[in-house]
């Protein structure tokens, strides 16, 4: 039996032979059948528009998002994506190589027994070393500018451990800039909101402190962390951050504290990444959130510190940035939240200044404020406290900060004089007003702000 079916098997292989081309007939078969899919998109695109024969589009659209998984373009793209992390993985060097880096160094040091040190003659013989031995690995750290980057001492050596740990820092980063561009759906270099949620949801489990999260907590943990990311790394609200600033932004350092192999040192209950600091932030959104529908309302929000904010102020937080059915949910709780507690920061005061710009004029004038700060003098008396003529505030505001024009207040001049969030605080917090209006008496305290 079993020699009669390979009898026909050899039969039907001789009626039907099978070429077996070559690598380079290959390649040349899946060149023509790339040039025909263009060829067949021109045609279709002259039938649709004959001025195209003529006048050369200088102008192609961005596909629609529902474009079929199974398009020419689209299994293209993802394919170029695959090959560009797979060439991307390989020239990332592993710990090993790194320590076989760091030996050879011991051996190019200068001749001091008592110092690890390298001169430029040592480095560059390093260098080469190197190259001969990791072909195109290590070669961007072996330049003449990487050198000199570094501090040197009298004879002009650097120190053979510093180098390591930049290595280090350089690998690390390349990885994790790696591990993000595996999540970038459009391949554009740019993470949209849902696809960073991937991203941390994936690391979650080799962060000390939330690796065992309850699930009910999840999804709230996952809007704590993303919002930290989106709100320093895209303060213009485009919808995305880049990849290679998420990589190596301070966001990102923070985060990798948690790593188990971390060297950072300080407090982790501290980091915005912990659990206990999760926790305190998602504790105080449920006592503002009275009637327990995750979400809070105008009236709710203005509990917030002791009913400090002007009623003014947290309306136009409403106005000004999106809610749920009039309520404020969890994710625009965290961004004003973020913009409260970091209120130095460039992402803070262009969060503070949509709300002030009421007119969306481009700059605060002596209308903006009187029309914030006469809810603080009603504060200032319902709290027993002599209230202040708005004229002087006006001209304190002003003198502050010193701005381009007698009579307008742009931007830039909040950002440029280093007191922006000053004006915003004193315009929208009573106490806020209060303690700046009582600086001196006040300088001896040691106000205890959010890190």
């Not at 060149?31 to 589009?57: C, F, M, N």
């Not at 991307?88 to 592993?94: A, D, E, F, Q, Y």
């Not at 507690?341 to 262009?350: A, H, N, Q």
């Not at 209060?434 to 959010?450: C, M, Q």
């Amino acid at each position: 039996m079993t020699q009669r079916l390979g009898d026909i098997l050899t039969s039907y292989n001789r009626k039907h032979p099978v070429s077996v081309k070559s690598a380079a007939g290959k390649e040349n078969e899946i060149e023509e059948a790339y040039k025909k899919i263009l060829e067949d998109g021109r045609k279709q695109e002259l039938s649709r528009d004959p001025t195209v024969a003529i006048i050369p589009r200088f102008f192609v659209p961005k596909k629609a998002k529902n474009q079929p998984k199974d398009s020419a373009q689209a299994i293209l793209k993802s394919e170029a994506r695959r090959l560009k992390l797979f060439n991307k993985k390989l020239g990332v060097p592993s710990r090993q190589e790194i320590d076989v880096v760091a030996d050879i160094m011991e051996d190019c040091k200068d001749d001091d027994p008592f110092e690890t040190k390298l001169n430029y003659p040592g480095f560059c013989t390093c260098g080469q070393k190197v190259e001969k031995r990791f072909p195109g690995k290590f070669s961007r750290f072996f330049r003449s500018k990487v050198f000199l980057s570094f501090q040197r001492d009298m004879q002009g050596r650097i120190a053979i451990d510093t180098f390591y740990k930049y290595m280090q820092q350089k690998v690390a980063r390349d990885k994790v800039e790696i591990a993000l561009m595996e999540f970038d759906s459009e391949g554009d270099g740019f993470l949209r909101e849902s696809e960073m949620e991937r991203y941390i949801r994936s690391v979650m489990p080799t962060l000390a402190t939330v690796q065992h999260m309850s699930p009910s907590l999840l999804p709230y943990y996952l809007i704590h962390a993303v919002r930290r990311y989106f709100f320093f790394l895209d303060p213009n609200r485009r919808g995305k951050i880049s990849i290679q600033e998420t990589a190596t932004s301070h966001v990102m350092d923070q985060m990798m504290e948690l790593l188990p192999n971390s060297s950072a040192g300080g407090d982790v209950n501290r980091n915005w990444f912990s659990m206990s600091y999760f926790q305190d932030i998602y504790n105080q959104f449920i006592q503002l959130d009275l009637d327990g529908n995750k979400k809070l309302s105008k009236r709710e929000l203005m509990n917030f510190q002791k009913r400090t904010m002007t009623d003014t102020f947290v309306t136009r937080i409403f106005e000004e940035y999106p809610t749920e059915k009039g309520d404020l949910d969890y994710k625009g709780y965290m961004d004003f939240v973020l913009a409260t507690k970091y209120r130095k920061t460039l992402p803070s005061l262009l969060y503070f200044w949509r709300l002030m710009d009421v007119r969306k004029w481009g700059y605060l004038t002596v209308w903006t404020i009187n029309y914030f700060f006469r809810e603080i003098n009603k504060k200032l008396v319902e709290n027993n406290l002599a209230a202040v003529h708005v004229e002087d505030v006006r001209d304190e505001i002003f003198d502050m900060v010193s701005p381009a024009s007698p009579n307008e207040i742009t931007f830039n001049d909040l950002k440029n004089c280093g007191c922006g969030d000053t004006v915003f605080t004193i315009l929208s917090d009573v106490n806020g007003f209060w303690a700046y209006d009582n600086r001196e008496s006040l300088k001896g305290s040691d106000p205890d702000e959010g890190n």
